[in-house]
T-cell receptor, first 112, second 112 residues
Framework: DQQVKQNSPSLSVQEGRISILNCDYT??????FLWYKKYPAEGPTFLIS???IKDKNEDGRFTVFLNKSAKHLSLHIVPSQPGDSAVYFC???????????WGAGTKLIIKP | EAQVTQNPRYLITVTGKKLTVTCSQN?????MSWYRQDPGLGLRQIYY???????DKGDVPEGYKVSRKEKRNFPLILESPSPNQTSLYFC???????????FGPGTRLTVL
């Protein structure tokens, strides 16, 4: 049973608009929530994270929102740019076991 | 340049022929990890290491071995590869106090 789910395999957004990527998790004990971005033929790169004691974290065009009661995480990209086209993975982390658990990824396509 | 390197980047082999994928990091990170990425499944952890001589199984360790004799190196060994180990493999490292992992470029393995 998947502990982290990204239900949209792909998402297409017009350049300049907002991209919203979603992630749901099952275990309320997770301590940290991360987003990674992956281009073809490269390893994932860290994008932004949030700890369970916060509900929002912002870094430039990227904002991550955490709704603990709904066990839901989202990444907002505003405004979306062509270079944002990539696969986005959410990952969750528990302090007690140091393991990252990953979602299946969402392919974001930014249309010019 | 701070980085995680993996070799080889691409490998085609046959069932049963032992192989090793090397991973090296130059950031003095304590934690290192191996993942495999398969379509629709995201990244799944194979093995991880908290420090030298300390290794633990991840979610999918069957058919793999690792060793951590030095801090910078964390090789992944397939003693008798099988076709179901055809996948894209990523090595990652992070410092003990951080949740941000740095990934290598990936190794695409095909087992015929």
């Amino acid at each position: 049973d998947q502990q982290v789910k990204q239900n949209s395999p792909s998402l297409s957004v017009q350049e300049g608009r907002i991209s919203i990527l979603n992630c749901d998790y099952t275990n309320s004990m997770f301590d940290y929530f991360l987003w990674y971005k992956k281009y073809p033929a490269e390893g994932p790169t860290f994008l932004i994270s949030i700890s369970s004691i916060k509900d929002k974290n912002e870094d430039g065009r990227f904002t991550v929102f955490l709704n603990k009661s709904a066990k839901h995480l989202s990444l907002h990209i505003v405004p979306s740019q062509p270079g944002d086209s990539a696969v986005y993975f959410c990952a969750v982390f528990m302090d007690s076991n140091y393991q990252l658990i990953w979602g299946a990824g969402t392919k974001l396509i930014i249309k010019p | 340049e701070a980085q995680v390197t993996q070799n080889p980047r691409y490998l085609i082999t046959v069932t049963g022929k032992k192989l090793t994928v090397t991973c090296s990091q130059n950031m003095n990170h304590e934690y290192m990890s191996w993942y495999r990425q398969d379509p629709g499944l995201g990244l799944r952890q194979i093995y991880y290491s908290m420090n030298v001589e300390v290794t633990d199984k991840g979610d999918v360790p069957e058919g793999y071995k690792v060793s951590r004799k030095e801090k910078r190196n964390f090789p992944l060994i397939l003693e008798s590869p099988s076709p179901n180990q055809t996948s894209l493999y990523f090595c990652a490292s992070r410092p003990q106090e951080s949740d941000e992992q740095f990934f290598g470029p990936g190794t695409r393995l095909t087992v015929l």
